[in-house]
């Protein structure tokens, strides 16, 4: 498996894990990715997600290897996985956090890019390779970099092709928080475990709603609201939240 899964407790940690070649991905990382996180949005037990890479770095993108193969129809199917990762990833109804150490590039900046939050190490490297093998950007990358940064940056980033640090990806808001390569994987794990512990049908309603809010006019939007409050205000979580108020005490919530 060139893909791993690991558990702590409710968090699932997903690794990419081919190191001797910087986690360059295969036509079979893409099927194990996708099955992964489908597997992730029907279990229960499963309450946040992380997604990191092994040895030090997170991706080099695209495996060069498996360039071209299968002419047209080849190259069909492969953005068809591809595009059905970043769905499955950008789409779970829990959160997601990408923790990106080294190099992460190409197709595996839009997989970082598709989470909910992304931690660098002081060693990450962004960029968005495609120009230099004269090829369109993937992955959902212009879409997702114009929401981030904007239009006119995205394009900068995308035209160059040039190399984002991690100082700059924070300045930029490509990342939450920078930390020390060594403690890239505790922190973020720890920030997934925290958010594992909250409310899972109040955080997924959330996370719609920030979808809908680039989309929506404001009066649209608090329609979506008066749908989504009543429906939390249903669950099993929000009455402990409530009794957990009242008796001065940390909530327990139970919903994925």
């Known amino acids: 498996m060139t893909v791993t899964v690991?558990?702590?407790?409710?968090?699932?940690?997903?690794?990419?894990?081919?190191?001797?070649?910087?986690?360059?991905?295969?036509?079979?990382?893409?099927?194990e990715l996708w099955e992964a996180y489908e597997d992730f949005a029907l279990d229960g037990s499963v309450r946040a997600v992380l997604l990191t890479g092994a040895g030090g770095n997170?991706?080099?993108?695209?495996?060069?290897?498996?360039?071209?193969?299968?002419?047209?129809?080849?190259?069909?199917?492969?953005?068809?996985?591809?595009?059905?990762?970043n769905r499955a990833i950008y789409h779970l109804k829990k959160p997601t956090i990408a923790a990106v150490s080294g190099i992460c590039a190409g197709m595996s900046w839009g997989f970082a890019l598709c989470?909910?939050?992304?931690?660098?190490?002081?060693?990450?490297?962004?960029v968005q390779v495609f120009r230099g093998v004269a090829l369109a950007p993937d992955g959902g990358s212009i879409w997702l970099l114009s929401r981030l940064v904007g239009p006119m940056r995205?394009?900068?980033?995308?035209?160059?092709?040039?190399?984002?640090?991690?100082?700059?990806?924070?300045?930029?808001?490509?990342?939450?928080?920078?930390?020390?390569?060594?403690?890239?994987?505790?922190?973020?794990?720890?920030?997934?475990?925290?958010?594992?512990?909250?409310?899972?049908?109040s955080i997924s309603l959330a996370k719609r709603q920030t979808d809908l809010a680039a989309t929506l006019s404001f009066d649209q939007f608090l329609e979506t609201e008066h749908v989504m409050q009543p429906v939390a205000s249903r669950t099993e979580d929000h009455a402990e939240g409530v009794a957990a108020f009242r008796e001065k005490r940390k909530p327990v919530f139970k919903s994925a």
């Open 58 to 85: 997170f991706s080099s993108g695209a495996d060069l290897a498996s360039f071209g193969g299968g002419g047209v129809p080849g190259s069909l199917g492969r953005m068809h996985e591809l595009g059905r990762i």
């Open 154 to 201: 995205a394009k900068e980033l995308c035209y160059t092709g040039r190399v984002v640090r991690a100082e700059e990806a924070l300045r930029l808001g490509l990342a939450l928080e920078l930390m020390p390569q060594e403690e890239l994987f505790a922190r973020s794990l720890a920030f997934a475990e925290q958010l594992a512990e909250g409310p899972g049908v």
């Open 115 to 126: 989470c909910d939050f992304v931690f660098a190490a002081e060693t990450a490297k962004f």
């Open 6 to 31: 690991e558990r702590h407790g409710a968090v699932a940690v997903v690794v990419l894990d081919r190191p001797q070649t910087k986690n360059a991905i295969t036509d079979g990382m893409r099927r």
